[in-house]
């Protein structure tokens, strides 16, 4: 077990008695105190349980009388929430007082503006009457290749209040990478930017944009945002303006009655082992969900303020717009989280922000807070963080000492949220809330309505070893299916065929006496030196508190029939690998770890391999060190780095 059973935070009298969740489990008979009880309800009657979240969250629409079929006893697989319900996901979100503050837009230069929500709807209005003049209804896809800015919630609500599908591309995606995941799904429209701006340089996209419309079939219209020209070498396409596409006469807005079960996003995997996956989630089973983990386990309140550093493609996109859905305002920030100026980087950009806009809420990732405590930047004491009530992190486990960070260095009277889940259930199986005490490199506890265990080989629930994290009954937010041919077949093979019935999500975790849960990594890039399963992040949780250290990336190398240890590290500038320095390395690792985590072999290299989402690809480095092609290199953001790990192949062969 990783870290120790360390409290950094426990919740007072007034989180036990008048938070969302309190209130939850008392008007359903449960003590707050007691959340193993509460949990066993919500999944040995799930229909109970999510009528409970329906009636608490105040959902707009109809449910209907039966709440889950299943399509056999116990069956997971193919079972149907709310079969005969009727909701709209941009009513669910657009809806309370038209006077409340519902967004506020910022850039690297700070807030740029604010918006009521009688404003928000009037811009959707007029982007949905836009769509209706150029065909789009129910189960078109509408692409969105745009940065996070105002365009592209509107765009998506506007869809969204059709029964439209959305699909969201970033714009600092390669044509390629961008083809590979819209492309997919054939949009009959596309809203893009003609340009966008990140850590003070201007990007162009017209040329890039201009080899999407040619390689996406069935296109009629692209809408181009942003200022200057619209040209674009778009031959048998409608290509318009965003303000032009906004001026067609709106009779208000309407919402389009949708059953549970509508798709409402495609969102893609990070498309690293091959063509990116396209997860079809629906429209009731996401709002559900998001509204049970913002308003029960995050304690969200109207009036409060979220705010998640993401592009428009991440999943964490939607889960934090979704926020508008709890009266709570949303931040939509555009641009880079640390700035290269004169002066030197700039790490305070988003805690000014928090500052600005009052931020009770704020998500980031594991590598920007690596980033910023490396920096020696202290936000608590250079920022007044007065209204932040939560911190939450998500796309890589988070060491013990981030936690240790977090409450130094951030705030101490607050809730720190480590959250795992994933695209796949576009939401989480582990999390906070308001209820649990913050352990150091824990995360909380399991979600509400998610059956969630940890398994061994032998398909037994184990504690306090590390085991397979998986779901063992139907949750709303499961997807539909897969985007495509065979999609059904294909959703099954990824995460039913190990466990006929039991999801196996692909995560190495175990579960603990106090019912919270520590993740180690994903399986697929699982050490097993001698047998032995090894979580990466136990090895990076190390290496991370050497100083010379600036990253780094672990993956195993198959020799006859077992696996050695590669670990390559991108040093501080003015630093070199020399023996001495892999001597201290291999001397931490074996002392905080285990002797079975000592890499065989430590290279150095210019950089590691990520995703345009800031994900960190061990299997990309692997391929390129066994001297085997990357099958999909759009996906990295700095694919150029695997040079090095080409070398490391030539060096084993050599040794």
Known sequence: MIGDNEILWRPGQQEMTQSNLARFAQAHGFDPGQYDTLHRWSTSRPGEFWDAVWDFCEVIGTRGATSLERSGEGVMFGARWYPDARLNYAENMLAGPGDRMAVIQADENGIYGRLTLDELRRLVAAAQAGMRAHGIGKGDRVAGILPNRIEALVGLLAAASLGAIWVACSPDFGAAGILDRAGQVNPKLIIACGSYRYNGKDFDCREKLSEIVRGTQGLEAMVLTGEGPISLDAPGIDLIGWDAFCAHPSDGLYFEPLPFAHPLYVMFTSGTTGLPKGIVH??????????KEHILHGDVRPGD???WYTNIAWMMYPWVISGLACRAQIVLYDGAPIL?????????????LSEAAGITHFGTSPRYLSAVAEAGYAPGRSNDLGALRSVLSAGAPVTPEQFDWLYSAVKQDMIFASISGGTEIIGCFALGSPLHPVRRGHLSCK???????????RNASIIGRKGDLVCTEPFPSAPLTFWGENGDQRYHDAYFAERPDIWTHGDLAEQTIHGSLIIYGRTDTTLKPGGVRIGTAEIYRVVE?????QDSVVFGRKINDDEEIVLCVVLQPGHTLDDALKDRIRQAIRKHASPRHVPRHIHQVSGVPYTINGKRVEGAARASAAGKPVKNLASLANPACLDDYATISALHEEA
Not at 545 to 549: A, G, H, L, S, V
Request: charged residues 20%; proline residues 0%.
């Open 340 to 352: 290269k100026t004169d002066g030197g980087m700039d790490y305070g950009v988003l805690w000014r």
């Open 545 to 549: 508190t050497i100083e010379t250290i």
């Open 447 to 457: 979600a509400l309505g998610l059956a969630v265990d940890v398994l061994d080989e």
């Open 305 to 307: 303020v979220m705010s």
């Open 282 to 291: 629906t429209t009731g089973g996401v709002l559900l969900q998001h509204l």
